[in-house]
């Protein structure tokens, strides 16, 4: 073979009792294996034609048996032929953009040259394990479709390994390209993905760092680096928003929809919280789940789904559930309580200070962890800016029940026009707030306006002008760009770097919706070697491991 072979994509060949199906990124064919013909022949012609359609002359393939066994394999369009590959360092190249040029042993009397991969997690990597001192006993590809497999031994035999300990059959989602542009730092490569039915519910991270996703009614933990699935939990109702509380020292993840609302702790059954008719519920409100009412009141959520409810004073809104507290604000007076028992005598409130004489407030932006951040419109010369400038002020809540006591924290004078108080986004997990083009540290207390409105999302402001996606991180620097107004946003990234991704299937409804694990670098296989990839992956295919430690609750 000298056509050369990209690490990337990757061909999954499954191997089943009178069929192979050939997956080419989402372009399933199924090939029958009829009785005349061989079962060797057959794996050739589908791989060659998955091959094809991918605008590829030579290709990685993956061959998956039903017992969950994994075999690495090259297919060459031109001979037709499907070969073992070969990870002998004397043989194997890679050139400086990641292709591979690999000598591979040849098809002999219909059997293919095949070798075995150590789990489905290294056969996603494309990992080769090496062969082992002891003797191996191997199967015949018979009837039943098992994979003829050669080691430069003379005999055949039974696959056999006393040594071996027992391995579980897990689930290893498949790796895939990005249908749409990949969000600035990242490629379109994603080392794993899971299908969703909708892709409007945004992914969280579970108190261990496992990617959520939301398919319908069942939430599924990930593992961030392979995708293989560590808890799965199903609610009683089609999951439109889900979202992480600590509450009372306990995790849970609350997952909702208009009128019902349920969280998961450590067991599986989901804990109800009684959501009153005329009841909005609240998940990016605050420290714990909250349902604003109609009458003025809020009901804060807790621990074991009780609530505790808080009276709203008449001219104001709720703007953060602090533990079992209630922050509100008359937004346009500047007026603030932190209302703490259930009683309809509320305290006092405070009054948000000045920052500058004349200064003329905006509006009060919302609260993160009980610091409040309001907008100030500078007078002529006030806080040494321009008549046009604004002020962000950072004001500390107090504790004391009967009467609310607020303290400036720090103060952020900015140049520029007016902030934007409409479609306030809030990232309450990194503390960051974004209204119109001012990104607000909350934590740091900094402010910086952006060159544009954008999206708040995993730590980042994204922002689109002039042709290009900028990411921007909460000092107000730009760290990557990326040319193109339709690139993505991640709704998380994980503790490896993986920008976990929401994507839309094909629009005929034959494919589905994905969440995509992209990889801060991967292969870039140019235009003349790669053709466009389809917009969505196949479900992911069984692959064996070892034991499989019992699933870990979130």
């Known amino acids: 073979m000298s056509h050369a072979v990209h690490p990337w994509p990757v061909i999954v060949l499954t191997i089943g009792e009178g069929e192979i199906v050939a997956d080419a990124n989402?372009?399933?064919?199924?090939?029958?294996?009829?009785?005349?013909?061989?079962?060797?022949?057959?794996?050739?012609?589908?791989?060659?034609?998955?091959?094809?359609?991918?605008?590829?002359?030579?290709c990685r393939v993956q061959g998956h048996t039903e017992d969950g066994e994994v075999y690495e394999m090259i297919v060459d369009t031109e001979f037709g032929t499907l070969e073992e590959r070969s990870t002998d360092p004397a043989t194997t190249l890679t050139s400086g953009n990641?292709?591979?040029?690999?000598?591979?042993?040849?098809?002999?009397?219909?059997?293919?040259?095949?070798?075995?991969?150590?789990?489905?997690?290294?056969?996603?990597?494309?990992?080769?394990?090496?062969?082992?001192?002891?003797?191996?006993?191997?199967?015949?590809?018979?009837?039943?479709?098992?994979?003829v497999v050669t080691v430069g031994m003379c005999g055949v035999y039974v696959l056999q390994d006393p040594e071996a300990t027992p391995a579980a059959t897990i689930y290893t989602p498949p790796p895939a390209?990005?249908?749409?542009?990949?969000?600035?730092?990242?490629?379109?490569?994603?080392?794993?993905?899971?299908?969703?039915?909708?892709?409007?519910?945004?992914?969280?991270?579970?108190?261990?760092?496992?990617?959520?996703?939301?398919?319908?009614?069942?939430?599924?933990?990930h593992d961030p680096k392979t995708g293989v699935e560590r808890w799965t939990r199903t609610a009683p109702f089609t999951?439109?928003?889900?979202?992480?509380?600590?509450?009372?020292?306990?995790?849970?993840?609350?997952?909702?929809?208009?009128?019902?609302?349920?969280?998961?702790?450590?067991?599986?059954?989901?804990?109800?919280?009684?959501?009153?008719?005329?009841?909005?519920?609240?998940?990016?409100?605050?420290?714990?789940?909250?349902?604003?009412?109609?009458?003025?009141?809020?009901?804060?959520?807790?621990?074991?789904?009780s609530t505790v409810s808080r009276v709203v004073p008449a001219a104001a809104e709720p703007i953060e559930a602090l533990?079992?507290?209630?922050?509100?604000?008359?937004?346009?007076?500047?007026?603030?309580?932190?209302?703490?028992?259930?009683?309809?005598a509320l305290p006092s409130p405070a009054t948000l200070p000045s920052p500058a004489e004349g200064a003329e407030l905006i509006s009060v932006l919302g609260s993160i962890d009980g610091r409040v951040v309001a907008a100030w419109k500078n007078a002529d010369g006030a806080s040494g800016g321009a008549s046009d400038g604004v002020s962000i002020g950072f004001y500390d809540l107090g504790t004391a029940p009967d009467a609310t006591e607020v303290t400036q924290?720090?103060?952020?004078?900015?140049e520029g026009g007016d902030v934007s108080t409409s479609g306030l986004q809030?990232?309450?997990?990194?503390?960051?707030?974004?209204?119109?083009?001012?990104?607000?540290?909350?934590s740091a207390m900094e402010a910086h306006r952006l060159p544009g409105a954008g999206k708040l999302s995993a730590g980042y402001a994204w922002v689109n002008t002039d042709g290009e996606q900028s990411r921007i991180n909460p000092q107000g620097e730009v760290e990557e760009t990326t040319d193109s107004l339709q690139a993505s946003v991640p709704d998380l990234i994980t503790a490896d770097g993986k920008a976990v991704t929401r994507a839309i299937g094909s629009p005929t409804g034959d494919s589905p919706n994905s969440l995509y694990a992209l990889a801060d670098t991967g292969p870039r296989p140019t235009a003349s070697t790669i053709a466009p990839t389809p917009a969505t992956t196949n479900t992911p295919a069984p692959t064996s491991t070892s034991a499989v430690s019992p699933k870990e609750n979130p």
Not at 409 to 414: D, E, I, K, P, R
């Open 26 to 58: 989402g372009d399933v064919l199924t090939y029958p294996v009829l009785e005349d013909a061989s079962p060797a022949d057959v794996a050739a012609d589908a791989a060659s034609e998955a091959c094809r359609r991918l605008g590829l002359k030579a």
């Open 98 to 147: 990641g292709t591979v040029h690999g000598q591979t042993s040849v098809r002999r009397g219909g059997r293919l040259g095949l070798r075995r991969t150590s789990s489905g997690a290294t056969a996603a990597r494309g990992g080769v394990r090496r062969p082992q001192a002891r003797r191996r006993k191997l199967m015949m590809w018979g009837s039943a479709g098992v994979f």
């Open 177 to 221: 390209q990005l249908p749409v542009p990949a969000p600035a730092g990242w490629d379109t490569y994603a080392t794993w993905t899971a299908p969703m039915q909708s892709s409007t519910v945004r992914a969280i991270l579970d108190p261990s760092g496992h990617p959520v996703s939301v398919d319908g009614s069942t939430l599924t933990a």
């Open 239 to 305: 999951v439109s928003e889900v979202a992480l509380f600590t509450l009372d020292g306990q995790s849970r993840v609350a997952a909702s929809t208009a009128r019902e609302l349920v969280m998961f702790g450590d067991g599986p059954d989901p804990i109800r919280v009684d959501v009153p008719q005329n009841g909005t519920i609240v998940l990016d409100g605050g420290t714990a789940p909250r349902v604003d009412l109609s009458s003025k009141q809020t009901l804060i959520v807790a621990a074991d789904g």
């Open 323 to 344: 533990g079992a507290d209630l922050v509100t604000a008359d937004l346009q007076a500047g007026r603030i309580w932190r209302v703490t028992t259930d009683s309809a």
């Open 409 to 414: 924290a720090g103060l952020v004078t900015l």
């Open 426 to 442: 809030l990232d309450r997990e990194n503390a960051l707030m974004l209204a119109g083009s001012v990104l607000v540290d909350v």
